[in-house]
């Protein structure tokens, strides 16, 4: 008992704050189901120049062209209530302007042109950045031994900013006069920062004399790690007339190489974790050149459009399959807790691990077209983006924030002249839930649970609004 009695209380400190998550695959602005490629990412592709998803339409386009896509102004608010206690809630508001897909199709050869899509896309998955303090007096001491109020302070920081940038490739040709073939090749490029800190602090006793002793728990998580892989699409397409159907077969993400690097450091001081037994405990570790490994599942996605008199209504659904939980840092069995008692370095490289498992989603959008005038359509969208986030196991971090899922409505108009389309429009997201885990609570930090208060669950909410605007110039 006394050999790992170190880690009991190594773990109980920084489990506080390792459950989170963030997991959606439909939060791109350019999915299937948003108004810049309506249904037709899937199904028709209709006046827009954004084949990125669906390679199959390329065999009905037989045009070149040329798309700039991007957010003009987005403004992302997330409110986690009372998260780090009561009245301590966690807001992170983040504004962005930024350019998110450069795509197109070029023809190679005279006689019988072979029609290629390309795509650079930039994806800005998660920007998270929240802090919260307490400074107080409260009550830290079993009131038995020390009765009294304590000088106390918490901090508490956490930012998770995500990134990832794609590069697409794709053809498709003719099978027959209703059916078309086509095949994508996805590079894709991810990195993120995690950094999670906080620390709990209280001069013990009611003196006010410079020698009151002080005790404390303190805890920094930081990951910063790139990953690179491939995925390969398959798809068809099918027309009649006014019909459209696409269907689209998405490989898992294969892993080409990743890197990363690991920062943690826990420290308790003084604290009476255990009665009549004073606990000190320093673990502490930074590690460079770590593999890192990210997985997506395969998909399978379906589109319907019909066309009619003024404009086109669709349907379009995505099935992910799941993941089982996986690392996506694994920590060396280094150093971490001194002194170590006990040998216990395979088993505290557990507490230090990246894992995410993800369980299966069906997302869906439904949508409608409706022409104004001959050169002016309106469109309208709505989706869902389920989150994927589970875990089998309670050791180690998450490397997500959100456990909500999120609904996404899409308004905007599209110009057409003859030598371009010009597509503006708004978006508006909504996300909540009622049980999201607090990581610290400030409300009543005592030495049995080592200064990191009794935690539970409280509502979150997240709010976006964006402008964006297309441009599809044909060649």
């Known amino acids: 008992m006394l050999r790992i009695l170190p880690l009991i209380i190594l773990f109980t400190g920084i489990s506080q704050f390792a459950w989170a998550q963030d997991a959606n695959y439909w939060s791109d602005n350019y999915g299937p189901a948003g108004f810049f490629t309506p249904g037709a990412v899937l199904a028709n592709n209709r006046d827009s120049g954004v084949l990125f998803y669906n390679p199959a339409l390329q065999a009905w386009t037989q045009k070149k062209a040329v798309s700039i896509s991007g957010t003009v102004y987005q403004v992302e608010s997330i409110k986690i209530k009372n998260g780090t206690g009561t009245g301590k809630d966690l807001k992170s508001r983040i504004t962005s302007s930024v350019p998110q897909m450069l795509s197109g199709m070029v023809a190679l050869g005279k006689k019988k042109p072979v029609y290629i899509g390309y795509a650079l896309m930039h994806t800005a998955v998660f920007n998270y950045n929240v802090s919260q303090q307490q400074d107080t007096k409260l009550n830290i001491r079993d009131s038995a031994n020390a009765p009294g109020l304590e000088y106390y302070i918490g901090q508490y920081n956490f930012q998770n900013i995500t990134r990832e940038t794609s590069a697409l490739i794709s053809t498709g040709f003719a099978l027959t006069k209703r059916w078309a073939i086509g095949f994508m090749a996805e590079g894709q490029s991810r990195s993120q920062h995690y950094s999670e800190t906080f620390s709990s602090r209280a001069l013990l006793g009611n003196s ?3 020698t009151m002793p002080l005790a404390s728990n303190e805890g920094v998580y930081q ?6 892989g491939l995925r390969l699409k398959v798809g ?7 019909h459209h159907v696409g269907l689209l077969f998405s490989s898992p993400l294969i892993h080409l190489g990743g890197r990363g690097t690991l920062l943690s450091n826990n420290a308790i001081a003084n604290i009476h974790f255990i009665p ?4 000190n405990l320093l673990a502490s570790t930074r590690q460079t050149k770590l593999k890192s490994d990210y997985k997506v599942p395969a998909s399978i996605a379906l589109g319907y459009a019909y066309d009619y008199d003024k404009g086109q209504v669709y349907v379009a ?3 992910f399959l799941k993941v089982k939980e996986y690392n996506i840092l694994t920590p060396r069995a280094e150093g971490f807790v001194r002194p170590d008692t ?9 507490l230090l691990e990246m ?5 299966a989603i069906f997302n869906i959008g439904v949508g409608v077209s409706y022409q104004l005038k001959p050169q002016l359509v309106a469109y309208c969208s709505l989706r869902t983006d389920f989150n994927y986030a589970t875990r089998e196991t309670t050791d180690g971090f998450s490397p997500n924030t959100a456990i909500w899922d999120n609904y996404y409505c899409q308004l905007g108009l599209n110009i057409k002249r003859s030598k371009y389309n010009l597509r503006t429009g708004i978006l508006l997201g909504y996300g909540h839930t009622g049980s999201y885990q607090q990581p610290i ?6 030495e049995s649970n080592l200064l990191t208060g009794t935690i539970g669950t409280v509502p979150a909410t997240r709010v976006t609004a964006g402008l964006m605007i297309a441009f599809i110039h044909n060649l």
């Open 441 to 446: 609570n400030f409300d009543d930090p005592k």
């Open 208 to 210: 006010t004399t410079s």
């Open 317 to 319: 659904a995505e099935y």
């Open 236 to 242: 068809l397409s099918y027309e009649m007339e006014k």
């Open 276 to 279: 009549q037994e004073v606990v």
């Open 342 to 350: 006990g040998g216990s370095h395979s088993s505290t490289a557990a």
């Open 355 to 359: 894992r995410e498992a993800r369980k």
């Open 223 to 228: 990951v910063d790690y790139h990953h690179i």
